[in-house]
Structures are given as structure tokens and as C-alpha cells.
């Protein structure tokens, strides 16, 4: 019951943050978004049609057809999101009346990106889904060889040239282009947020002197990792390590102090699960 309640309450807030992107910076703009949030605006620019309503007579066929290959659940619970969205975007563009934010379409594109990023980066973490693309890549992949990525990415690639051929405007296409990447950007970023920290590994032949200065200054956790050398399979032992940003200088210092011989490669840390290591 707990986690429902959480899951729901990341749903309705991406709503609004979705549904506020839309309509205070992709409607004023004629900009548009991927998958088939896209295809709504694509129609409400072409029809006059209300966005929320074309995003319900768009997803509502898909999402019944995606039961079988996501869950009861997980339909019940984008059917909500939907809905919810839909009914946010309507309220706000004919009872609210949200002005546009800007008319500059470089900002239009850059903020609308994230705000929809953001909002559909928390339907995400709900369990949820704002849009019936999924649905229709899941089941191309799965009946062809086909990755869900490109269909995904051809349906987004649809919406663009449509833009660019019934407005006759190449740039607004370009520009939905690149919400488009800075939305997909910004869910990735929101769905890995946390403390920004490095993945360290260390070759040393000074492996047990090395982990006493990185206990006594740096803290306990860290791995020994047992290997071997490509050339005459050599015994190697090697030290892996998750570390903040800001500490990553200090270890640097730790390492050349011990071992000025050590091999260090540093890398991002995108997603971390778990407390230790």
C-alpha cells in the first residue's frame, strides 16, 4: 500500500510537470515531443483538436493492447498517468488559461525538454508510462529482430518530418529534435540522480599499503579484485572503489604518494544500487 501511494504520488506530480511543459513552452512554440505525447501535438497543431483528449484516443487502444506485455499494474497505472496528463494539459490551456513562459523557440526547446524530462522522468520512477510508443516498440521487437529502441527512435523520426512538411519549416523540426534529445537527457539524469560519484579501479604492486591509506583517509569501502595479467597470466591484484567527485583528487595524491607506478582509470558512475561494497 505504501509503495503504491509512492508510486501514484510520482505519477500525478510528472503530470503537472509534464502537462506545465507542454502547454507554457511546446504548444506557444509549435514544438513538439517524442513517441505519441508527439503524435498529439502533431494533431492538435493540424486538427485544433484538444491535446489531452488526442493523447487519450491515441494511447487508450495501445494501452489495452500492452497488457499482455507489461501487467495489469503497470497498464492500470499509465492508464492513470495518462488521464491525468491529458486532463492537466485541457485544464490548463482552456480553464487556466497558463500563458507561454517564452516565445523564443531555442528556450522553448531547451526548458521544455527538461520540464518534460523531468515529469515524464518521475511517471517513470511510479512505474508508469506517459505514452503508447512503448507498446508499439515492445511488440515490433518482439515479432521481429528489430530493437524497441528503433522503433522508438523511427516513430520520433516520423514526427519530426511531418513537422517539417506541414509547416514547411525546417527549423521548428530541428528544434523538436533537439527537445526531443534534452528530453531523453534529462530522464536519464533523473532516473540516476543521487550523489555524483567516480568508479576507480587501481593496478599496484603496493595493494595492501594502498588500502591502508584509503581506509584511514578516505573510508572502509572498497573491493580487491584477483585477476591475471594478459602476458604470461601473471598473478595481478587490483582495487575498485566508489567515490564522491570530490574526493577523487585526494586519492590521486594517496596513490602517487604510495606507488607512483600505479595504473588508475576513473569512471562515471551512472546508477548505484545498494550501501556498500
Keep these: 500500500m505504501k509503495s503504491e501511494l509512492k508510486n501514484y504520488s510520482y505519477i500525478f506530480l510528472g503530470s503537472l510537470f509534464l502537462s506545465f511543459g507542454v502547454v507554457s513552452l511546446f504548444i506557444p512554440n509549435a514544438l513538439v515531443t517524442g513517441g505519441t505525447s508527439g503524435m498529439a501535438l502533431l494533431g492538435h497543431y493540424v486538427f485544433k483538436l484538444p491535446v489531452g483528449m488526442l493523447m487519450v484516443l491515441i494511447n487508450a487502444p495501445l494501452l489495452l493492447l500492452g497488457t499482455k506485455y507489461f501487467g495489469k499494474h503497470f497498464t492500470i497505472r499509465s492508464i492513470i498517468a495518462i488521464g ?26 531547451i526548458f521544455g525538454g527538461i520540464a518534460v524530462g523531468i515529469g515524464l522522468g518521475l511517471i517513470l ?22 530493437k524497441a529502441s ?43 540522480r543521487g ?43 587490483m582495487i575498485f572503489l566508489v567515490v564522491e567527485n570530490g574526493k577523487v583528487p585526494r586519492l590521486k595524491e594517496l596513490i602517487q604518494k604510495v606507488d607512483a607506478e600505479a595504473f588508475m582509470v576513473v569512471m562515471e558512475a551512472s546508477e548505484l544500487l545498494g550501501r556498500g561494497h
Design 125 to 146: 520512477s511510479g512505474h508508469a508510462s506517459a505514452g503508447g510508443s512503448t507498446i508499439i516498440a515492445k511488440i515490433v521487437a518482439s515479432k521481429t529482430s528489430i
Design 84 to 109: 491525468f496528463t491529458s486532463l492537466c494539459i485541457d485544464v490548463m490551456v482552456e480553464y487556466l488559461h497558463v500563458s507561454a513562459l517564452s516565445h523564443d523557440v531555442i528556450l522553448a526547446a
Design 195 to 237: 550523489p555524483s560519484k567516480k568508479v576507480v579501479h587501481i593496478v599496484s604492486t603496493k595493494i595492501e599499503e594502498l588500502c591502508s591509506q584509503i581506509v584511514l583517509h578516505l573510508g572502509k569501502n572498497g573491493t580487491i579484485v584477483q585477476g591475471n595479467g594478459i602476458f604470461e597470466h601473471e598473478n595481478k591484484r
Design 150 to 192: 528503433s522503433v522508438m527512435l523511427f516513430i520520433d523520426m516520423l514526427v519530426i518530418i511531418a513537422i517539417a512538411i506541414l509547416f514547411g519549416k525546417v527549423d521548428l523540426a530541428l528544434w523538436s529534435l533537439v527537445s526531443i534529445y534534452i528530453t531523453a537527457k534529462s530522464i536519464d539524469m533523473f532516473l540516476t
